[in-house]
């Protein structure tokens, strides 16, 4: 289990790339993605027979594509994630499927996308199967289980247990497989993921659980999927998670499994946080800084509109300042991290609960730049409009070559599809 990097307070280049230059050329707020990043953490996963990145995650078409480079296949959970798998050039179908649509729901426009480009599907309810299998007997699904607990960095990334309203109730697989087999659908492969942020602790259950319901299912499994929830370490203090091991945990189980059922089974594995967390980075201009009572406060141009974890979660990034003249000998103060947003919680450094804390950073001044790291996962995709902010430009960093792989959104693009309807005037 190796440690965290260290996280500096103070940098000057991204992937090679002075964050002058970046945020001068591309302009800011702006997101940065390191290519090398990426691809070295899908290589860490090799041992498993197929990693299939969980675009949720960071789902620009840049990065579909580099994944899809690396020989990852790729999971879907709506029609437009479907629509960019097959925009990057990821194929319909093939075994294994490079693409996977995992849901709870099927909505009427994904249920038609899926039999349209024969898309495989991972069900996580029992209504999916009848409304799948009613339209597409004979096809093969993967079973989504809820294994009855569960395990996530927050309560709201928690994916199993009884509170949680995602796959299959592990009490009710028996009923799920009687479906299945009553519209002929196939049920190939199974599939647990409890949580984002999982330790080996929870793994060992999961295993177990998995055994348990694969051995329920019978022969027909041919896969079986860990999910995702690698965690990355954020803080210093934090470590990565023991990789061999947390292989050898799922490999043994596949091998029992295939002692049992007398085939291969393929193992599977659907990290989205582990691939993209480290290679992002967003990058905010100082705006102004001001003192509040006891707080100092460095107020930037990016707020939750681009990176919603910390309001979200309380989680923390690492936060570092990059000098615009350079000069990396500044001394420490303690400040608080805000945006640009009509919000009072449109604040950077905070815990759960939305609690103001303060972090040790350079000093700094109006023109200095902020770097946010580990911002890769869960960043860019869950950005919003809110206060009419554009969504901002991403870059990616190749051989210390820059791409702009999505530019900044205009004004025109926020209000492209408003209308103001016209208003015949009673005098009129
Ligand atoms: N597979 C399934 C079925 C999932 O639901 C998820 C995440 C993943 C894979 C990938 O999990 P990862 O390896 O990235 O932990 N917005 C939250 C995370 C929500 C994750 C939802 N599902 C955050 O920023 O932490």
Request: aromatic letters at 8%; a negative charge.
């Amino acid at each position: 289990m190796s440690k965290a990097p260290s996280f500096p307070t103070i940098t000057t280049e991204i992937a090679g790339v002075p964050v002058t230059d970046l945020a001068k050329r591309f302009g800011t707020p702006v997101y940065v993605y390191d290519a090398a990043k990426i691809v070295e953490r899908i290589e860490d996963l090799r041992a498993f027979d197929v990693i299939r990145y969980a675009q949720k995650a960071c789902s620009n078409l840049a990065i579909l594509d580099l994944v899809r480079r690396c020989g990852a296949a790729v999971d879907t959970v709506s029609t437009n994630e479907i629509r960019r798998a097959l925009a990057a050039g990821f194929q319909p179908h093939g075994n294994p499927p490079p693409i996977v649509y995992t849901a709870d729901i099927f909505d009427r426009e994904s249920l038609q996308v899926v039999i349209d480009h024969d898309i495989h599907v991972n069900v996580g309810s029992p209504d999916m199967i009848d409304q799948y299998g009613e339209v597409a007997p004979g096809r093969n699904i993967t079973m989504r289980i809820n294994p009855g607990f569960g395990h996530g960095h927050s309560e709201k990334t928690n994916t199993g247990g009884d509170h949680s309203k995602h796959g299959i109730w592990h009490e009710q697989l028996d009923d799920c497989l009687r479906r299945a087999d009553q519209w002929g659908l196939g049920v190939t492969g199974l599939h647990m993921h409890i949580g984002s942020g999982t330790d080996l602790d929870h793994l060992k259950d999961v295993c177990v659980a998995m055994e348990k319901a694969a051995l329920t299912a019978g022969r027909t499994i041919t896969t079986i999927s860990a999910g995702g929830g690698l965690p990355i370490p954020y803080e210093e203090d934090e470590s990565y998670i023991d990789l061999t091991e947390y292989f050898r945990l799922w490999d043994e189980t596949r091998k029992r499994l295939e002692g049992e059922f007398g085939h291969e089974v393929t193992l599977e594995i659907e990290p989205g946080r582990y691939v993209s967390a480290e290679s992002g980075y967003l990058i905010a201009e100082i705006r102004a800084v001001k003192r509040q009572g006891d707080n100092l406060f460095y107020l930037v141009d990016g707020g939750f509109n681009n990176l919603a974890r910390p309001i979200l979660y309380g989680a923390y990034h690492p936060i570092a300042i990059a000098p615009a003249d350079g000069d990396t000998a500044r001394p420490l103060e303690e400040v608080a991290i805000g945006g640009p947003l009509c919000e009072s919680g449109d604040i950077f450094t905070q815990e759960e609960g939305g609690y103001v804390s303060k972090r040790s950073l350079p000093v700094a001044g109006v023109g200095d730049y902020l770097v946010i790291q580990c911002a890769g996962a869960y960043g860019s995709v869950m950005g919003s409009n809110y206060n009419s902010k554009p969504m901002c430009a991403e870059v990616l960093v190749r051989d210390e070559q820059t791409h702009l792989i999505r530019a900044r959104q205009t004004f025109e693009d926020l209000v492209r599809n408003e209308a103001i309807p016209s208003v015949v005037a009673a005098t009129e």
